[in-house]
């Protein structure tokens, strides 16, 4: 009896060494810092998952609020990565970020990628005015940022908190500058921001619009196709005053927990056919310079057809802090 016992305890533990590679497969992990809605996330996390077998652990929140939970947790980080904010938030917080240089840099050019590879780009998002066209017929609505002064668009323009996100904070800076900087252009933000419906989050925006809650929205540009592609009434407006192209990036935690995924992760969501996967599903354009977009998914007009504004990016991330706080002192007055 003894002997048929260790007989059955060594097979037992030949079956859990047998188990063993694949149980340390199962549980390499990586946790994201991500400001992208469900959508990309799912999409990206997925494939990378099912492609290198590591499991994504994504933390989502506004680009403003994950730059804050890195920030708290310099000291013991818990996460991996932070992917979906801006270049402005990357290079303020580029002492927290550890560098990699990717295996596809080359294909990114230099103006999208941290000179010591601290960060890299993946997107560039152009900023717009979306209208849903069922309650705001489409030759209705705005044509320019100067049109959004209007006082009929009172509360009837949902925006995202700059303290929150990147491209708000990229929107609201761009204004300043259009509309003849310094205080003549603040006086004009501050004649915007009485307008406006601000949210905590970019994604309600979009969902306002989509949904009918407000007939415009300060967004991105993605996401006008994206809603349309799901059959929401929803039009993407151009400014003919101009726009930019703001580029949003991934950068390695420093002293995150899982070092080697993350590297994984960077190459991956930088990798031609990922971009374009992700182009093609959820119409993010690359930083990339060899994808052939001469026809874009969703009607999206080349860049070349679009005016395009100079925008100071690195004197407004110099002086982000004091320029947050203006933007605080602004919100509050217009409620």
Do not use: C
């Not at 080359?106 to 900023?127: K, M, Q």
């Not at 717009?128 to 705005?142: E, F, H, R, S, Y």
């Amino acid at each position: 009896m003894i002997s048929s016992m260790m007989r059955r305890m060594a097979v037992l533990g030949l079956v859990l060494t047998a188990l063993l590679p694949g149980t340390a497969q199962a549980q390499k992990k990586l946790v994201v810092y991500t400001s992208n809605e469900n959508t990309l996330n799912d999409l990206v996390f997925g494939a990378f998952t099912k492609e290198t077998g590591i499991a994504v652990e994504p933390v989502v929140a506004g680009s403003g609020v994950v730059v804050r939970r890195l920030q708290a947790e310099k000291d013991r980080p818990l996460g991996d990565l932070i992917w979906g904010v801006s270049r402005s938030l990357l290079q303020t917080n580029q002492t927290l970020l550890a560098p990699y240089a990717s295996k596809n840099k080359d294909a990114i050019p230099v103006e999208y990628r941290d000179p010591t590879d601290l960060w890299i780009g993946n997107n560039l998002h152009l900023l717009v005015i979306l209208q849903n066209t069922k309650i705001l017929p489409a030759d209705q609505g705005p044509k320019t940022w100067n049109d959004l002064l209007d006082p009929k668009w009172k509360g009837k323009i949902a925006f995202t908190d700059p303290a929150n996100s990147g491209s708000a904070y990229t929107t609201v800076t761009l204004l300043v500058d259009l509309w003849g900087g310094g205080e003549a252009g603040w006086k004009k933000v501050a004649a915007l921001f009485k307008n406006l419906k601000v949210l905590n989050r970019s994604s309600l925006v979009f969902q306002g619009v989509g949904n009918g809650e407000y007939p415009l929205g300060i967004s991105l540009e993605y996401a006008g196709p994206m809603w349309a592609a799901g059959g929401a009434p929803v039009k993407v407006i151009y400014p003919a005053d101009g726009t930019v192209a703001a580029m949003e990036g991934v950068g390695i935690i420093k002293g995150g927990p899982n070092p080697a995924e993350a590297k994984a992760f960077v190459d991956f969501v930088n990798r031609k056919d990922v971009r374009e996967m992700i182009l093609k599903a959820t119409y993010r354009r690359p930083t990339r310079t060899d994808l052939d977009l001469a026809t874009l998914p969703g009607n999206m007009p080349p860049l070349a057809s679009l005016k395009m504004l100079n925008y100071d990016e690195a004197g407004w991330t110099d002086k982000r802090k004091e320029t947050l706080e203006r933007i605080k002192d602004v919100l509050q007055e217009s409620r």
